[in-house]
């Protein structure tokens, strides 16, 4: 007699979806930055900054998470100023 144990875990939904498309914002955001930002990837943008779940506080962090941190407000004025 064997017995089967699965190790692969059931597919369902994902409880970190959101942490997960606040990381691709944030990736996104730092190719904005360097300028290298291709229009498919606008376009992902786009879609991401009208998602609820997408939240400034989680692509906040998720920037931190990729090392944007110590130059955070550097990155912030570089985007944000060719607005003004």
């Not at 914002?25 to 376009?43: C, F, P, S, V, Y």
């Not at 998602?51 to 912030?76: M, W």
């Amino acid at each position: 007699m064997f017995l089967y144990f699965s190790l692969v875990k059931p597919v369902g939904t994902r409880v970190d979806d959101a942490w997960r498309k606040s990381r691709l914002a944030a990736r996104l955001l730092i190719r904005k930055e360097a300028g290298t930002l291709r229009m498919r990837e606008q376009a992902l943008a786009r879609r991401l900054s009208q998602d609820p779940e997408v939240t400034n506080r989680l692509i906040q962090q998720a920037l931190y998470y990729l090392g944007v941190g110590p130059r955070k407000h550097a990155f912030d004025q570089k985007l944000v100023g060719g607005r003004n």
